[in-house]
């Protein structure tokens, strides 16, 4: 027998449940599917969350590590590899159940199984133990996510070559262990195996890690982590790579010539793809542009007026609170709400340490539109805070318009960066201007007063940092 | 060496959009000639060559938006020089800008969409086509490309939503605040703007007054059907009459007996044809209401609900509408008490002929301060006209016919006009909207009336 539903949401991940959930919550009746028991998506299970928790176990270690110079010596710590694993799965388990729970209270129907549209109103669905059930619908939210990029060649077995999944299986710690590609997740796994106790070595074709983030950031990442990591190869390519009797032979290339090394696991992270394929598309009017995303209009709608999509299928950037906003404004917009997807910006952050985030525009965005802007830059070595962590590798950016003094960007580079985004995204959503900042009191001693004090730094008159520039 | 530019096209438009362009470069051009067709946001017309010449070189393509002083092409005076024709035009030339365009778009988007671009290339296409720009599509319309190269708008995420909610553009509204940011207040203030005086934010928010009008069915579940787009004309025509349409209207109608006057009126008619016009009974009825206007000035005010100001005309301005194949325009004989009605038939001719072919100029089209619309032409008995906005009563007149009317003890055949006369009843009490048509009807009647009683 078919099922009928207002809704159905395919994939569970960080834009597909909380669609599901506001959708339930405006009276819709609603269906989620997802091949895995519970909701949570890469996200939850083979992403943000397990790295975060072993980067938190990554940072026990460093700190440790670092209190030496502080007068407080531990001895080397011992690692439970296995105990590391559990925690990181009760963890997961924690999370991914509360989230079913959360499903069953709303009464969403969660189907453990695959999706596959037939039409633009009915849908197949394959179930674990292979039953198959018909289901139609009044609307969709295509939120099937996105997957490792793999390199043609290098095949991924997850044993001795790994993608992110594997790495956060956390089967063995290698001793050798080469990160091909400088992004943020190479970055990521590559400071856990190293706080674990791996000579960790990335290699990256472009001329530095992280790429696409403005080079005041990553070279103060890139410093701390030349002294962490084995070795950083940049300008660098991989010609081959050759399973070995004892592990991974890779061949590599630079402007020096060829040369080779042997690792005991590979992991590979160039990048992620989005799961357009394999879910019926074909049999829709969705279209999806040459990259492999779907095209979707401000209301998160696709070319076919009922199916919608979200998060990564639906375009960059790949981030899991971009989705779980746009699931929120599509299951409003489909229980007849007028409301868009009107974000000012998507802060990003890696979580490496020094972490690094983002939010708004970048120095180099802003002049390549043409926007008069004038930046401020606030070291860490001038912040209470950071010297009473002994952590001043860190620096506050922000970048406003010049005439308006409206506030286009924020960055930070440090401990906890992560958390001091938070404001630069309301500051930008608000369109807050240099003096709503400088004005607001930031508490003492904080972070946080980095952010208050790059604000009066775009009048000349900060605190801590001598004018230099502003008469 | 001689440069068309755009004139100066009337009071507060300052730039146009190219509809057409009649010649291409080694062209020759006479003065007078139309060079391009042009559109405001008030009219469609044709802009004449200043002087005799040949065409070097056309600076502009269809569907450019050009400012008042523009460049929009160089002619070589004199055009004795008769030198070969042109090499055929190339439709080509106004490919690359739209290719252009397109290009442009791609690279702001940064990721390529197949099915996208051409979307857009077709938006393009449909613009240059219809000459138009139709960067004021209400925000609700939304559209599969984004703009990413754009800055958000200064306000905050609860001010956009209230924006979006009462489906202003953001981007529309000035901000108040210090660095222009957006307040919640200013987006309230736009939208109690933009509903109170429609006349003043037609130019910048055009299409947006919509009083809660519920959204149209869908009409293909019933059968076929076609979707056009409006012209400029049919929009504003529809967006003024909405807005006319708050008036509280009320129509009298009367029947004036012209017998006489029509055959007075045939007597006359060789005389206007001489001078170049045409004596029908438009231009009599122009100049007879002209008088009755001197006699009842409410009739020729205006009301400032703002204000509570009733502003009274010393002018005398007499709209009419004329029907063209663009829509319908109401331009008018200025100081039409002031002129004869062989010169106003004249005039009316004139006027006419350049409305129908796009030569009137936006200035002409404004100002009239009461308006004669006249069916008679094509028939029927009463209808009520819409008070042409900001006037305050409008004439219509419908088909004369001979009826009989018992005259001295018999019936006789005698020609009569129907007339209806709507009019703001803010302004305007029942009791002198009949004392004016009968003033009318016995001015029609007996004309000398206007020799003893007019003004």
Redesign the interface.
């Given at each position: 027998m078919a099922i009928i539903t207002q809704l159905v949401v395919i994939g569970a991940g960080p834009g597909g449940y909380p669609a599901a959930f506001r959708a339930a919550d405006l009276g819709l009746d609603v269906t989620l599917i997802d091949h895995e028991k519970n909701p949570g998506g890469v996200c939850l299970y083979r992403g943000c969350i397990p790295s975060k928790a072993l980067l938190h176990v990554a940072n026990i270690i460093n700190e440790s590590e670092h209190a030496k110079e502080l007068g407080i010596t531990y001895t080397k710590p011992k690692v439970d590899i296995k105990r590391v694993a559990e925690w990181k799965n009760e963890v997961v388990t924690k999370l991914t159940g509360g989230a079913g729970f959360l499903a069953k209270q709303r009464k969403v129907n969660y189907i453990q199984g695959n999706g596959v549209l037939i039409d633009s109103n009915n849908l197949k669905v394959t179930k674990e133990d292979g039953s198959e059930e018909n289901l139609t619908f009044d609307n969709c939210v295509i939120a099937t996510g996105s997957r490792p990029t793999e390199i043609p060649g290098i095949k991924v077995d997850n044993k001795k070559i790994l993608n992110s999944k594997g790495a956060l299986d956390l089967e063995s710690i290698p001793k050798e262990l080469l990160v091909i590609g400088g992004g943020y997740i190479g970055l990521e796994m590559g400071s856990v195996y190293s706080a674990l106790g791996s000579a960790v070595t990335v290699v990256e074709m472009m001329d530095s890690i992280l790429s696409t983030v403005d080079k005041d950031f990553s070279k103060i990442l890139h410093k701390k982590l030349t002294k962490e990591f084995k070795e950083i190869l940049l300008n660098t390519k991989v010609l081959e790579v050759k399973n070995t009797k004892n592990g991974i032979k890779v061949q590599f290339e630079n402007n020096d010539g060829k040369f080779d090394h042997e690792y005991d696991k590979v992991l590979v992270s160039v990048g992620r793809k989005p799961n357009s394929e394999n879910i019926g598309l074909e049999n829709t009017k969705v279209?999806i542009?040459?990259?492999g995303?779907i095209?979707?209009?401000?209301?998160r709608?696709t070319?076919d007026t009922n199916i919608f999509a979200i998060g990564d299928v639906a375009?960059?950037p790949m981030l899991a609170h971009k989705a779980t906003h746009e699931g929120r404004v599509v299951a409003e917009v489909i229980a007849g709400e007028?409301?868009?997807y009107?974000?000012?910006t998507v802060p990003a952050v890696i979580f490496t340490d020094p972490e690094i985030a983002w939010c708004g525009?970048t120095e180099q965005e802003a002049k390549d539109?043409n926007?008069d802007i004038k930046v401020t830059k606030f070291p860490w070595g001038a912040s209470g805070r950071a010297i009473t962590l002994d952590r001043t590798d860190g620096l506050t950016k922000l970048v406003f318009e010049t005439?308006?003094?409206?506030i286009?960007g924020v960055g930070l580079v440090g401990p906890g960066a992560g958390e001091l985004i938070s404001e630069g995204v309301l500051a930008v959503?608000?369109?807050a201007?240099a003096s709503d900042i400088s004005l607001s009191i930031h508490p003492h001693p904080t972070l946080t007063e980095t952010f208050m004090e790059a604000a009066e730094m775009f009048f000349g008159n900060s605190t801590h940092v001598i004018r230099s520039r502003r008469k | 060496m001689s440069d068309i530019t755009l004139p100066e096209l009337g009071e507060g438009i300052d730039e146009a959009t190219i509809i057409n362009i009649f010649v291409s470069p080694g062209d020759k051009i006479k003065k007078e000639q139309s060079v391009i067709e042009i559109e405001t946001d008030k009219a469609a017309l044709e802009l004449p060559s200043p002087v005799d010449g040949m065409i070097s070189e056309m600076l502009v393509s269809n569907g450019d938006v050009i400012k008042i002083g523009d460049l929009i092409a160089k002619v070589e005076e004199g055009g004795s020089t008769t030198k070969e024709k042109p090499a055929p035009k190339e439709k080509k030339k106004e490919r690359p800008k739209i290719e252009e365009i397109a290009e442009e778009v791609v690279e702001e988007k940064d990721e390529e969409s197949v099915k996208v671009d051409e979307h857009k290339e077709e938006e393009i296409l449909q613009k240059e086509m219809s000459g138009r720009d139709d960067k004021t599509e209400p925000d609700n319309v939304v559209s599969i490309v984004k703009d990413e190269n754009k800055v958000s708008a200064p306000a905050s995420p609860s001010t956009r939503k209230l924006a979006r909610e009462l489906g202003i553009d953001i981007n529309s509204i000035p901000g108040t605040d210090p660095g222009g940011r957006i307040s919640s207040e200013d987006v309230i203030n736009y939208a109690k703007n933009l509903i109170a005086n429609l006349e003043t934010t037609a130019d910048t928010h055009r299409g947006t007054y919509q009083p809660n009008i519920p959204a149209l069915p869908d009409f293909s579940k019933w059968g076929e059907i076609e979707k056009i787009k409006m012209g400029t004309v049919r929009r504003l025509t529809a967006e003024n009459l909405t807005m006319a349409w708050t008036i509280p209207h009320v129509t009298n109608h009367d029947r004036a007996d012209i017998t006489e006057l029509d055959q007075l009126r045939k007597m006359n008619k060789q005389k206007a044809k001489d001078a170049g016009g045409n004596l029908t009974i438009t231009p009599i009825l122009i100049k007879i209401v002209s008088s009755a206007l001197k006699v009842f000035p409410e009739f020729n005010a205006s009301i400032d609900m703002e204000s509570n100001e009733i502003i009274y005309k010393k002018f005398v301005n007499i709209g009419f509408a004329v029907d063209t194949e663009r829509g319908l325009y109401v331009p008018n004989i200025q100081n039409a008490d002031k002129k004869n009605i062989i010169d106003i038939a004249v005039e009316l001719s004139d006027i006419s002929e350049r409305t129908r072919n796009k030569k009137i100029t936006p200035d002409e089209l404004k100002g009239s301060t009461f308006t004669v619309s006249n069916l008679g032409g094509i028939g029927g008995t009463y209808f009520s006209p819409i008070i042409y906005y900001p006037d305050v009563a409008i004439l219509g007149v419908s088909k004369s016919s001979f009826e009989p009317v018992y005259i001295d003890g018999k019936f006789e055949p005698r020609l009569m006009m129907p007339l209806s006369l709507s009019y703001d009843h803010r302004i305007i009490d029942g009791a002198a909207a009949a004392r004016f048509l009968t003033w009318l009807v016995k001015a029609l009647e007996e004309p000398f009336q206007i020799l003893f009683e007019g003004k």
């Amino acid at each position: 027998m078919a099922i009928i539903t207002q809704l159905v949401v395919i994939g569970a991940g960080p834009g597909g449940y909380p669609a599901a959930f506001r959708a339930a919550d405006l009276g819709l009746d609603v269906t989620l599917i997802d091949h895995e028991k519970n909701p949570g998506g890469v996200c939850l299970y083979r992403g943000c969350i397990p790295s975060k928790a072993l980067l938190h176990v990554a940072n026990i270690i460093n700190e440790s590590e670092h209190a030496k110079e502080l007068g407080i010596t531990y001895t080397k710590p011992k690692v439970d590899i296995k105990r590391v694993a559990e925690w990181k799965n009760e963890v997961v388990t924690k999370l991914t159940g509360g989230a079913g729970f959360l499903a069953k209270q709303r009464k969403v129907n969660y189907i453990q199984g695959n999706g596959v549209l037939i039409d633009s109103n009915n849908l197949k669905v394959t179930k674990e133990d292979g039953s198959e059930e018909n289901l139609t619908f009044d609307n969709c939210v295509i939120a099937t996510g996105s997957r490792p990029t793999e390199i043609p060649g290098i095949k991924v077995d997850n044993k001795k070559i790994l993608n992110s999944k594997g790495a956060l299986d956390l089967e063995s710690i290698p001793k050798e262990l080469l990160v091909i590609g400088g992004g943020y997740i190479g970055l990521e796994m590559g400071s856990v195996y190293s706080a674990l106790g791996s000579a960790v070595t990335v290699v990256e074709m472009m001329d530095s890690i992280l790429s696409t983030v403005d080079k005041d950031f990553s070279k103060i990442l890139h410093k701390k982590l030349t002294k962490e990591f084995k070795e950083i190869l940049l300008n660098t390519k991989v010609l081959e790579v050759k399973n070995t009797k004892n592990g991974i032979k890779v061949q590599f290339e630079n402007n020096d010539g060829k040369f080779d090394h042997e690792y005991d696991k590979v992991l590979v992270s160039v990048g992620r793809k989005p799961n357009s394929e394999n879910i019926g598309l074909e049999n829709t009017k969705v279209v999806i542009n040459k990259r492999g995303f779907i095209e979707i209009d401000q209301q998160r709608r696709t070319n076919d007026t009922n199916i919608f999509a979200i998060g990564d299928v639906a375009g960059d950037p790949m981030l899991a609170h971009k989705a779980t906003h746009e699931g929120r404004v599509v299951a409003e917009v489909i229980a007849g709400e007028d409301v868009a997807y009107d974000a000012a910006t998507v802060p990003a952050v890696i979580f490496t340490d020094p972490e690094i985030a983002w939010c708004g525009l970048t120095e180099q965005e802003a002049k390549d539109k043409n926007i008069d802007i004038k930046v401020t830059k606030f070291p860490w070595g001038a912040s209470g805070r950071a010297i009473t962590l002994d952590r001043t590798d860190g620096l506050t950016k922000l970048v406003f318009e010049t005439e308006t003094e409206r506030i286009l960007g924020v960055g930070l580079v440090g401990p906890g960066a992560g958390e001091l985004i938070s404001e630069g995204v309301l500051a930008v959503e608000m369109a807050a201007r240099a003096s709503d900042i400088s004005l607001s009191i930031h508490p003492h001693p904080t972070l946080t007063e980095t952010f208050m004090e790059a604000a009066e730094m775009f009048f000349g008159n900060s605190t801590h940092v001598i004018r230099s520039r502003r008469k | 060496m001689s440069d068309i530019t755009l004139p100066e096209l009337g009071e507060g438009i300052d730039e146009a959009t190219i509809i057409n362009i009649f010649v291409s470069p080694g062209d020759k051009i006479k003065k007078e000639q139309s060079v391009i067709e042009i559109e405001t946001d008030k009219a469609a017309l044709e802009l004449p060559s200043p002087v005799d010449g040949m065409i070097s070189e056309m600076l502009v393509s269809n569907g450019d938006v050009i400012k008042i002083g523009d460049l929009i092409a160089k002619v070589e005076e004199g055009g004795s020089t008769t030198k070969e024709k042109p090499a055929p035009k190339e439709k080509k030339k106004e490919r690359p800008k739209i290719e252009e365009i397109a290009e442009e778009v791609v690279e702001e988007k940064d990721e390529e969409s197949v099915k996208v671009d051409e979307h857009k290339e077709e938006e393009i296409l449909q613009k240059e086509m219809s000459g138009r720009d139709d960067k004021t599509e209400p925000d609700n319309v939304v559209s599969i490309v984004k703009d990413e190269n754009k800055v958000s708008a200064p306000a905050s995420p609860s001010t956009r939503k209230l924006a979006r909610e009462l489906g202003i553009d953001i981007n529309s509204i000035p901000g108040t605040d210090p660095g222009g940011r957006i307040s919640s207040e200013d987006v309230i203030n736009y939208a109690k703007n933009l509903i109170a005086n429609l006349e003043t934010t037609a130019d910048t928010h055009r299409g947006t007054y919509q009083p809660n009008i519920p959204a149209l069915p869908d009409f293909s579940k019933w059968g076929e059907i076609e979707k056009i787009k409006m012209g400029t004309v049919r929009r504003l025509t529809a967006e003024n009459l909405t807005m006319a349409w708050t008036i509280p209207h009320v129509t009298n109608h009367d029947r004036a007996d012209i017998t006489e006057l029509d055959q007075l009126r045939k007597m006359n008619k060789q005389k206007a044809k001489d001078a170049g016009g045409n004596l029908t009974i438009t231009p009599i009825l122009i100049k007879i209401v002209s008088s009755a206007l001197k006699v009842f000035p409410e009739f020729n005010a205006s009301i400032d609900m703002e204000s509570n100001e009733i502003i009274y005309k010393k002018f005398v301005n007499i709209g009419f509408a004329v029907d063209t194949e663009r829509g319908l325009y109401v331009p008018n004989i200025q100081n039409a008490d002031k002129k004869n009605i062989i010169d106003i038939a004249v005039e009316l001719s004139d006027i006419s002929e350049r409305t129908r072919n796009k030569k009137i100029t936006p200035d002409e089209l404004k100002g009239s301060t009461f308006t004669v619309s006249n069916l008679g032409g094509i028939g029927g008995t009463y209808f009520s006209p819409i008070i042409y906005y900001p006037d305050v009563a409008i004439l219509g007149v419908s088909k004369s016919s001979f009826e009989p009317v018992y005259i001295d003890g018999k019936f006789e055949p005698r020609l009569m006009m129907p007339l209806s006369l709507s009019y703001d009843h803010r302004i305007i009490d029942g009791a002198a909207a009949a004392r004016f048509l009968t003033w009318l009807v016995k001015a029609l009647e007996e004309p000398f009336q206007i020799l003893f009683e007019g003004k």
